[in-house]
């Protein structure tokens, strides 16, 4: 860490910031130039961050040279993570194909669903039991009896599955029927959820807040990978954009953003960042050119009776064949869609 001292810092103000800084059992390097000093800051740069240097008098700036996220950063992890989501493989040219309904509505039409997405080709199935809508008088899902519907029908199609979890105190039932714990965007930034993830053993989809910065989302995973579970998908959303043509606007490079900056595998969902059909495919296709690990796609067999995010829905013949065109692009990547096969569902 840096700190540069404004030009009129007096010689008490500059004694006083190395005192500070040697209390922090840190070593203080004075470098005098002609117009301005800055002090090089040695040791564990972490034990200086949760400093307020700024407020110190004689302060102009403070430069940090390593990231504030330690666990997600390369520099932490040279080689891409591998996340296993019940035997499916998740980065490192394992590509997640995560597909299914916004929420459990009924075991048959989840059936019916599940059946077509694994034909297609994809290998982790979604649901959401707990929905976080915009209004309370809107559908919630299903709770526990969403969460028993999907475990059973991931069973019986031999798919792992994903499911949002919106609070803490439903971390450990949530855990005991998915095989993947979604934080959605609305949570990004709920620490006491990512703390209770955290400690959970189940891997974790965490999505990027509507308004959060890469490195928000960045430091969220770090919650997460602090608490001991290295586990961690991240999801590119979208971001609230002025443009109401679509949904959310897509954030595509913050793939290769990510991809220069952390190990942790990044997934794409096309479906929430347009909230269109028609977009869908090709803004799937873009999240692999990319260089994402996986896309996450709404299907639905009806999507006009679909109780959340219908209009955005593919149906199962519109989702086989974007699958198609992914599984054309993976391989040409040198890619592959990871093989259900061997995958447990719990
Ligand atoms: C969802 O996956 O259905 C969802 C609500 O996503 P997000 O948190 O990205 O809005
Ligand atoms: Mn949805």
């Given at each position: 860490m840096i700190i540069v001292l404004k030009t009129n810092a007096s010689e008490e103000q500059i004694q006083h910031i190395c005192d500070r800084i040697e209390k922090m059992d840190l070593m203080a390097h004075l470098s005098r130039g002609t117009f301005r000093t800055v002090i090089g800051v040695i040791g564990d740069e972490a034990k200086a961050q949760?400093?307020?240097?700024?407020?110190?008098?004689?302060?102009?700036q403070v430069v940090a040279i390593?990231?504030?996220y330690k666990l997600a950063s390369l520099d932490a992890h040279p080689q891409p993570s591998v996340v296993d989501v019940s035997g499916v493989k998740v980065g490192g040219g394992n590509l997640a194909m995560i597909a299914g309904p916004c929420a459990v509505e009924e075991e048959e039409r989840m059936d019916r669903i599940a059946a077509a997405i694994v034909d297609a080709g994809a290998n982790i199935l979604r649901g959401g039991a707990f929905k976080p809508r915009?209004?309370?008088?809107?559908f919630q899902g299903m709770g526990k009896e969403g969460l028993r519907i999907l475990r059973d029908v991931g069973q019986r199609h031999n798919i792992p599955v994903v499911t949002e979890v919106m609070d803490p105190r439903d971390v450990e039932l949530v855990a005991e029927y998915a095989d993947l714990l979604q934080i959605g965007a609305r949570n990004m930034q709920n620490f006491s959820l990512l703390k209770e993830v955290g400690d959970s053993t189940r891997p974790v989809l965490l999505k990027r807040g509507m308004s959060a910065t890469v490195q928000d989302l960045l430091m969220c995973a770090e919650y997460i990978l602090s608490k001991g579970n290295s586990q961690v998908i991240l999801c590119e959303r979208g971001l609230r954009g002025f443009?109401?043509?679509?949904r959310n606007l897509y954030d595509v490079a913050c793939v290769p953003i990510v991809k220069e900056l952390s190990h942790l595998p990044i997934i794409v969902d096309p479906s929430h960042a347009t909230g269109k059909p028609s977009l869908i495919p090709p803004c799937a296709l873009a999240g692999i050119a990319a260089g994402a690990d996986g896309v996450h796609i709404e299907v639905h067999d009806c999507p006009e009776e679909a109780l959340s995010d219908g209009p955005q829905s593919l149906l199962p013949s519109q989702y086989e064949e974007v699958m198609q065109q992914m599984q054309g692009l993976a391989q040409l990547l040198g890619k592959q869609i990871s093989p259900l096969a061997g995958a447990i569902s719990s």
């Open positions: 949760v400093a307020p240097l700024e407020a110190l008098p004689g302060v102009d390593m990231k504030p915009t209004s309370p008088y809107a443009d109401s043509y679509t």
